[in-house]
């Protein structure tokens, strides 16, 4: 009952190691476009006066200096605190001193650039001084993309405002690699560190990949113990390969994200990812081999198709590799290249362990006690 248990528990560390991995690399990438694809936006509204089309203000700014240089548009209408209260239509704002029109505020400020550069120790320049300043807000024609009632969307916002809320919040607190959404495995926009080193990614990555490490650990000792049960195989060096291979993973979690500026930091760092990619090879292929020259021993727990079909695909996985591997040595390519052979690469190796999952019979009964 034993070696029963333990099979099926070996199915299920290899179907979780497997899935728990892969949302590693999907679930990050699909949070990422999730928040840089999220369009949606606050902006100004006013109940109060309830703007139908064009509202004007004017204002002194040498005796509201303050008011001009933090921002003209905020001492008018208060910020809409729900992505619901938007203005559906788009909006402009522009000013008027002396029947002149200036599109932006920093046109009032001496040595400003835009509305950025305008500092609290700014001054008007001389022609705007003691003038009034004509603060014009109008609305436009034009439909505002950023504004969730012009959408589908509005209907589910209606129901469920916190997930929409959350989304925008999340958005703004957010430091991701990518502005807009991108398919990394195809056009290779950019690299997996750059977009799961970023909070909130970072989060949902080392989470799933801690857990990750684990399990691998548990793989390789299982097994060790399967091994050692059903082929009394005592020497079996993919377990060294295996563990340090979740060490390395481990390690490289830990240091992903971490700003050190030290040569040595970022050369342990790059020797860290090398040893993990080189010990899970070395440990798939030792495992591989070893079950294909006891397959005929291994029948009654193992599908014997599935253990080719690991030797093919660890074959594969060794061809690419030293075929990636000399192309890098021999051409320059392009980062999107890199980045492409990356993503797909990391992805392919996992279904190794989903073989795993599916080589594994599932006993009713043990032919041997354990």
Not at 152 to 167: G, R
Not at 282 to 291: C, E, G, S, V, W
Request: glycine share 2%; aromatic share 18%.
């Amino acid at each position: 009952m034993v070696l029963k248990r333990r099979i099926n528990f070996i199915r299920k560390i290899s179907l979780s190691l497997f899935i728990f991995s892969l949302l590693s690399l999907i679930g990050s990438l699909w949070l990422q476009n999730t928040i840089s694809g999220f369009k949606f936006n606050k902006n100004f509204y006013d109940e109060k006066t309830n703007i139908s089309g064009i509202f004007k203000k004017k204002i002194n700014c040498s005796d509201n200096l303050e008011q001009c240089i933090s921002n003209i548009d905020f001492s008018f209408f208060e910020f809409s605190k729900k992505l619901g209260n938007c203005f559906e239509n788009e909006y402009k704002f522009y000013y008027i001193v002396d029947n002149k029109i200036f599109e932006n505020r920093y046109h009032l400020f001496i040595d400003a650039i835009s509305d950025d550069t305008i500092l609290k120790t700014s001054k008007l320049k001389p022609q705007f001084i003691n003038k009034d300043v004509e603060f014009v807000f109008k609305l436009t024609d034009k439909k505002n993309e950023k504004c969730i009632k012009n959408y589908k969307y509005y209907k589910l916002y209606a129901i469920f405002p916190y997930y929409y809320e959350f989304l925008y919040d999340l958005k703004q607190n957010s430091s991701l690699g990518a502005i807009e959404p991108i398919n990394p495995f195809i056009n290779g926009e950019a690299s997996i560190s750059n977009i799961v080193k970023r909070f909130p990614i970072n989060l949902v990555f080392k989470s799933l990949l801690f857990i990750s490490v684990i399990l691998m650990y548990l793989y390789w000792k299982n097994y060790n113990y399967l091994f050692i049960k059903i082929l009394n195989s005592r020497n079996n060096k993919f377990v060294f390969f295996g563990v340090a291979s979740a060490l390395f993973l481990f390690l490289h979690i830990l240091f992903l994200g971490m700003e050190i500026d030290s040569k040595i930091f970022n050369l342990l760092r790059k020797l860290v990812i090398v040893f993990f990619i080189l010990c899970e090879i070395i440990a798939q292929f030792l495992l591989t081999i070893k079950l294909f020259k006891n397959k005929k021993n291994l029948s009654y727990y193992c599908n014997s198709y599935i253990i080719n079909t690991k030797l093919l695909f660890i074959i594969a996985i060794g061809t690419i590799s030293s075929i990636v591997i000399f192309i890098l040595l021999k051409f320059d390519l392009s980062s999107r290249v890199d980045y492409i052979l990356e993503w797909n690469y990391f992805a392919a190796l996992l279904f190794y362990y989903l073989l795993s999952a599916l080589m594994w019979k599932k006993l009713t009964n043990n032919p041997t006690s354990a």
